[in-house]
């Protein structure tokens, strides 16, 4: 069952709404304590692995929503910028409508697996030699003088459908957590995220908030800085924008919950993305491990309190919004390549260190 379906009575859907979906949703809340002893005695690190919904990033949550919507909506068409997972998952949302998809790419700025994605699925991709922000100004405009739908975060269709990811968090672990980490770059999630757990509690189905944690890239860290950042730079491309649209919703989220937004550099975001696959054993994309590389680096500056019984466990969720497979490129270039050999055994023993 997708997201749609299983959490109707919170969204702005009718038994009219046509229901696209590709099964999204009901992802793994995985317990990592690798990351939490290096937090501190009494953490528990929950890791909301949503590189397994059906394009391998959380943005499907939001995609049924808007698609559905824009087709109830009698659009023909979906258009969209993006730093890849976005278009993937419109492609294959659209796809599944049966109508037209638009997307607008930075050039060279997309990781492979996600640029392969929107083209299978039969997008229609164009590749502007600009960056991130410029590209979902000339989609903001389209959509205004054409009947297509913008399926953006900024569509309020898809943070509806993204907010189904902090009703699964509270569904799991029977409470909301104490802090809820995740990366930020066009701050649709950040916004999401908060929205939903504000409305579980409202609901009566939790009692408490969690304290909301977003990292950006250090090269691309425009709500830290306070400023908007013309030439946005990180190897983490899908987070690599200057100009977040939901920059408002993104710091209303921090202060109502009383967190904060920081920063991580690319070398702490390649360690985190490392830990992950080589310590916990999930593999995301770059961008993902900000989050976690967000959490390690606050544990150092003492910012988590010290939890004094046994009985209080401190739950942090940190959500890993992308599959590694998205980017296979950036774990090759991290890594050494394989050493090759001649086809005999003792060869193989000898390099393998049997
Ligand atoms: N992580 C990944 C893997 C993403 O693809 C994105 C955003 C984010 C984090 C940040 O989420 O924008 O809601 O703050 N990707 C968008 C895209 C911008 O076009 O795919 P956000």
Same mark, same amino acid.
């Given at each position: 069952m997708g997201v749609i379906d299983r959490y109707r009575d919170y #969204? $702005?859907? +009718? *038994?009219k709404t046509p229901v696209i979906s590709l099964e999204e949703g009901g992802t793994p809340l995985v317990r990592a304590d690798l990351i939490a002893e290096r937090i501190g005695p009494g953490y528990a690190v929950w890791l909301?692995?949503? *590189? #397994?919904?059906p394009t391998a990033s959380f943005k499907d949550r939001g995609m049924t929503m808007a698609v559905s919507k824009a087709l109830e909506e009698g659009s023909r068409a979906v258009a969209c910028a993006s730093t890849g997972n976005t278009s993937a998952s419109a492609a294959a949302f659209a796809a599944r409508a049966k109508i037209k998809c638009v997307v607008v790419i930075p050039e060279g700025a997309i990781a492979l697996g996600k640029l392969a994605q929107a083209l299978i699925h039969g997008a229609t991709v164009i590749a502007i030699r600009g960056n991130f922000d410029q590209a979902l100004d000339i989609v903001r405009e389209i959509c205004e003088k054409y009947p297509i739908a913008l399926v &953006? /975060? @900024? &569509?309020p269709y898809r943070i509806e459908g993204q907010k189904t990811a902090s009703f699964e968090v509270c569904d799991s672990l029977g409470h909301a957590p104490d802090y809820h980490a995740l990366p930020v770059g066009n701050a649709g999630n950040i916004t999401a995220y908060w929205k939903g757990y504000k409305e579980y509690k409202e609901r009566g189905k939790v009692d408490r908030l969690p304290v909301m944690l977003g990292f950006q890239a250090a090269g691309a860290a425009p709500i830290v800085e306070k400023r908007v950042i013309e030439d946005p730079r990180t190897l983490? +491309? =899908? @987070?690599? @924008?200057? &100009? $977040? =649209? /939901?920059w408002k919703q993104a710091e209303a989220a921090r202060d109502e919950s009383g967190g904060l937004i920081d920063k991580v550099t690319d070398e702490e975001i390649i360690e985190a993305y490392r830990l992950l696959a080589a310590g916990v054993g999930i593999f995301v994309e770059p961008a993902s491990a900000a989050g976690i590389a967000g959490i390690l680096k606050k544990a150092k500056q003492g910012y988590f309190p010290a939890v +004094? /019984?046994? /009985?209080e466990r401190k739950d942090i969720v940190c959500v #890993? +919004?992308?599959?590694g497979l998205k980017d296979p490129d950036m774990a090759i270039k991290c890594l050494e390549t394989p050493v090759v050999v001649d086809a005999k055994i003792e060869e193989v023993i000898r390099e393998a260190g049997i």
């Open positions: #969204l $702005p859907v +009718t *038994g909301k692995y949503e *590189g #397994l919904n &953006n /975060s @900024i &569509n983490a +491309t =899908a @987070i690599k @924008i200057g &100009n $977040p =649209a /939901s +004094t /019984s046994p /009985s #890993l +919004t992308g599959h």
